[in-house]
Structure formats: C-alpha cells, structure tokens
C-alpha cells in the first residue's frame, strides 16, 4: 500500500457530485478504472475519518479503509466501468462490503474473486406481506414473535425442523427454489418474485467440498447469527403510493415480514475452499493485485468456473433457506391467526441476493457488454422494462430491500435507469457497519440495548445476548442516511419504510 | 371378403357382424336402398319391417327377383353374391370412371391420399376468399360495430376484431361487470423517452399490452406448477426435534 500523508492522499479524491466522490487513478497503484463513492454529508466524516486514521498509523494494523479498498478492486485485470461504493460501504475481506466491481467476460485476462462476493453467498432478504394492520398483530405481539422463534431455529450452531438427507441436498443444491416448490415447502408464486427465478442454473454440486455440504445439511431452515434476522415489520410510510400499490402495499400500519439471511455454513466453506484453490491459480497465472485478500482466478480458468458453479450452488442454497423460512413463517402466522397463509394474502414481495456475482449484459460507452458483476453489500437494482425484472414490476422498476439494523427502520426501493448508467443496476443493501464487532462488544451493555427495544415497544427474541451488542443500531450508519443518500443520488428510488415490531435475531 | 366389398359400396360400417341375424337383414334393406333399387321405395315396405316374422318370406321373393342364384344355400353365399350384384351395377353405372383405373394408378391415387389426406372440410371459413371486396366489406362493417378504427390493410382488422371478441365477448368476459372508478393511471411512472405525446402515449399503451400478455404466460406458467405440485408434492414435512437454537 502506498503510504502517504493525509493531505496528499485527498489529491486524489474529487467531489463530482453533493452525493458522489471521485477516487482518481494512481490512488492505489495499477489501478485500471477510476473510483466512485456515494456519501451524503452525514457519512462523508466516516469516510475520511477512516482514511485519516490509517495515515496515521502509516497504514500498519488495522483494517484498510474504504476508500483504498476501492481502488485497489479497481486495479484489478478486467475490470470495466469504475468501482463503485455505495453509501454503507465498510472494511470487508478484500473487496469492502458494499463495493460493486464489474469485469468484462470477453476480456481473457478477467478474473472472478470470492472476496468481491463475501462468505455469506446469496446472503439477501425477502419480505412477505399480509393482509393484516398493526391494530391486528399488537395485541399478539409476544406470542407472535415467540410463535416465529419457535419455528425458525436461530443462534450459531442451530439446526432446522426441516428434514433433510444427503440426497435431498443435494437436489436442493442443483435446483435452487425449484426444490422448495417440488416439495410444496413454496407457492408457485414466490418463484417469480424472486432474483433469478429463485434458481442460478450453472450450480453444480460436484464442484462442492465435502466439508461445505457436512456443515450445510443441518442448517438448511435455520437463520443463523451476526445481522441475520426475522422481522415482524409494519409499513411506516409510503413515499411513492403507485410502486408501492404494485407490491400490494396499499396503506400505512399495513404489516409485513422480513427474512434477511443467507447460505450459512456451506457457503462460508465454499468461499474458503476456493479462497485456497485460486492463491495457486494466482502464481500460475501471474496475476497480481494490490492486496492477499483479493485472491482471484480467471474467469475462464478452472479455478474461475469451478468456483462460479459452487457459489451457483450456495446461491441456491440460500434461496432454499430463505424459501424455508417463509414456509415457517407462514406456518407461524396461519397458527396464530387461526387461518390459512393464503387467506392472510402472505406473498412475497420480492427476494433480493446482495451477496453475489451474476453474468449481465450492460451498456459501456455505447457498447453492450457481457459483464460478470460482483455485488458485495450491494443490491441489484434493475430500472422498469428490464427483462431480468417480474412481469409485475416492469413499470415500477425491481424493489430493492434495504434491512435496517435491530431496532430500525427498513426500506423499499425501486432501482432507476440512472442506476442502471451509473452503477451497473446496483444499491445499498442495509446500514452497513461502523463500529467493528470487537469495538462494539466493548463499549455497549446488551441489557441497555434490550431496554431499548422495550421503550420501542418492539418484541425481541434472540439466542445469544452477547451477540446482540454486535448488531445494536450503535455499531450501524444510519439506514436513513443510506438510503437517502442512494435516493438523492439517483442511483434508486425510495418507496416504502418499514419498522419493526418484533425482532428474531441469533 | 364382404369387409372389401362393404369399402367399395361405401358402407359406413364394413366390420359389422353378419352372423347377427339383425345386421344381416338391415344390411339387405341397405343394399337395396342404396344400391341394386329393384324395388320402387313403397314396393321395399315387406323389406324393411326387420323384427317381423313374416320378413324371410319377403327376402325370398327379393332374391327371387333379383335371380340370385337358387345353389346358393346360406344366407352368407347369398349375401356375398348380392353385394357382388350391387358393385356390378355400381360398376355399370360408372363404366367410364372406372374403366381406365389399373392398379397402379390406383397405387399413385392411395400414395397421395396418404401423403397428403384431402380431409373434406367443414369448416365454411376454409372456402371463403378473404381477399374479395364483399369480405373487407363485411369485416369493415364488423369492425365499425365494434368501434374498431381504421387500418389499410383489412386483413389486420380482422385480427384486431378476433381480439375483441375473444377476450371481450366470450362468455366469461360478459358475466363480469365492468370496473367502475378510477382508469389505469397510463401516465404514472417512468414513461417510454418519446418526445412525441401522442408517440409516447401510443408506446405506453404498447407497453401496457406487451405485460398483459407477459402475465398471462407467468399466470400459465404458474399454473403448470401448482399441477406438476398436486401430482407429485409429498406434504411438505416438518421435525421439531430436528430443530436446535444455537447459542
């Protein structure tokens, strides 16, 4: 890394927009494209702040900054556009959770890396509506929200209620939601309300360790831990009435439910596995990058396609959770509310993957391209008309989910067609950190937090407290920053907010 | 030998089972209808009372006229010879059409039935001439009654008339009432980039019938899963001491 003072380190970044900054190239060395950020003047103090303390410590210890980690997938073969982070960027492995980078398929020297990806493959959330208002569920709040945790096995090491073998696993693996809807564990409908149909078709479990499906079998249906969560949530406001109306939200108090979770332990060892296999494809093929994390391998070579049709698989595998999960839910609600899910009008709204690389067609200068694009901490955001978006919202454009912290509010977006020039089609995907997890541990007391929830008048139920001060709304930006920053910016449309009532959590 | 027979007097069932004494006589009344007419139609009465006792006798008197040969004793040579009888006179009949037939061209004749079935339609449409002038004039007045308006080009009219009728005059589309209140909001959301109003209008309604008929193909193919669910889904399954909380 190059180490220089702070001051000469802001040479390189430019202000293009109220909402947008330019990284320059030279920033970080090789850098093959320009940088770009989303901040609003509430998150650029973060921004620079993490950037003036690593110059301090001359860049030893520590996480790298944003910024830098930014221009450093920037320098990387293949890479096209700019790399892009998006408001609740923050210091990941390699690649910084909420930073979108996009290679050109075409280009032999391109490269695929699970650091642009994350551990938690296809990590995303999906929100269900009801029929029911916030008058109808206040009253059952507690046996509600004890009726979802008994239903949905949480907490690190939990294990589902859904019966599953080694051959069903592997089915599942292969056919992603397709699975669910065989089983009859889904409805017809949720499939296409889902990205990709709810099914990435390259998965092939073959290409799958071993270890990776040991530690995936007893997971499948479970929410697992960290920001992972389940929400009984009620519509807050309603910003832009006729998308909304498209997704079935007609009114304020109307209630909803939010499963944010993603592929467990399978694809944490599908990213670790592959992690190793493509530092040797690295020296092979002489490929270098600015950091170890940003281990990659070419797209085309076997490494490359190997792991691309693992993570297809983890993909699938955490569409066969989420869809699960939905089962349980409305199991739970059909349970308390003494009906069916049908009749409570349960549907899924829409299921968004915000840990993921997908193969797209874009247009650069003019020109279309084959892209592979990698969304870490980033939402895909298709603008109306896009064939790859439902029948449904055609008109409004894809809705976009954006999970708040514990305790705060969630939002709806819709994606644009200047998203789709700026940022490849891609947004936030929740707050994003700012508080390391070690930190937060640290400085806050879980019984406050607890207290917190109480003074909201919002039901929790978690598995393990000590983690609960990891995932306060402390340790977060805030969501509404985020999204207004997003919104402002152009890059999606704000539609609905949302705001909890009742609180799963690992 | 009398099934070959049958086909080539064109009865309309040549497998039927003359042992049946029924069959048999009806089969005889058929001949004469048909065929050998030796009789004028009230002369065929004695003929036709099939359930009568009396009906052998008048059979007799009928082979008798018709000079079939008395060493035929069974009814069966009897019957092979009356329909040979009848081909004869068929034959006869139609000397000239039949004569220059040899088995090859009837060979070629078979080929191109086979190839290419000239199926007789019934459907009246198929004869009709869409391109005459008393056609357009007729689709042209359909199209005023139902406020279609004008194209060049009739035929696209008629298309647009098919449509109307399908998906606004079948039978399900009349029990429903028509929704009151507000029009589709054809100008909310992001429009089509045209400068043009009534361009971009036009492109929003197109727009708007291009997602009709997307949604009714996700309907279909929904539709097709809920099937393939209800005839191969076990009952979706739960363990809850298969479940663990972690910690």
Known sequence: MVVRKYDDELKYIEKITDYSWRIKKGFQPNMNVEGVFYVNKNLEPLMFEELRNSCRTDGIGGFLPGMKQIANVAALPGIVGKSVGLPDIHSGYGFAIGNMAAFDMNNPDSIVSPGGVGFDINCGVRLLRTNLFEKDVRPVQESLAQALFDHIPVGVGSKGIIPMNARDLEEALEMGMDWSLREGYVWAEDKEHCEEYGRMLNADPSKVSMRAKKRGLPQLGTLGAGNHYAEIQVVDEIYDKWAASKMGIEEKGQVCVMIHSGSRGFGHQVATDALVEMEKAMKRDKIETNDRQLACARIHSEEGQNYLKAMAAAGNFAWVNRSSMTFLTRQAFAKQFNTTPDDLDMHVIYDVSHNIAKIENHIIDGKEMKLLVHRKGSTRAFPPHHPLIPVDYQLTGQPVLVGGTMGTCSYILTGTEKGMTETFGSTCHGAGRALSRAKSRRNIDYLDILEQMKSKNIAIRVASPKLVMEESPESYKNVTDVVDTCHSAGISKKCVKLRPIAVIKG | ?247
Not at chain 2, 4 to 18: A, D, S, V
């Open chain 2, 1 to 247: 030998m009398i099934r070959n027979k049958l086909i080539c007097l064109e009865h309309p069932n040549p497998e039927l089972n003359i042992n049946d004494q029924k069959t048999f006589r009806n089969l005889i009344v058929w001949l004469e209808d048909q065929n050998i007419r030796l009789y004028k139609i009230e002369e065929r009465a004695e003929l036709r009372k099939i359930t009568s006792p009396e009906w052998n006798k008048a059979f007799e008197k009928y082979k008798e006229d018709l000079n079939c040969p008395k060493e035929l004793k069974t009814d069966i040579d009897q019957l092979k010879w009356i329909l040979s009888y009848a081909i004869k006179l068929e034959y006869s009949d139609n000397v000239d059409q039949y004569r220059p037939m040899t088995s090859e061209k009837l060979r070629e004749a078979q080929k191109k039935l086979t190839s290419a079935p000239s199926v007789k339609s019934v459907n009246p449409f198929d004869n009709l001439d869409f391109t005459s002038p008393q056609f357009e004039i007729g689709v042209r007045a359909l199209a005023n009654r139902l406020h279609i308006p004008y194209h060049p080009d009739h035929l696209t009219i008629l298309a647009a008339v098919s449509r109307v009728v399908k998906e606004n005059l079948n039978k399900e589309a009349l029990k429903q009432v028509i929704p009151e209140g507000q029009p589709f909001p054809l100008f909310e959301g992001q429009g089509m980039n045209q400068n043009d109003a009534d361009v971009e209008q036009a492109a929003r309604i197109l727009r708007l019938l291009q997602i009709q008929s997307l949604r009714e193909m996700q309907t279909i193919i929904n539709e097709t899963i809920v099937e393939c669910q209800d005839l191969i889904t076990v009952e979706p399954k739960t363990d809850t001491r298969l479940g663990k909380v972690g910690f």
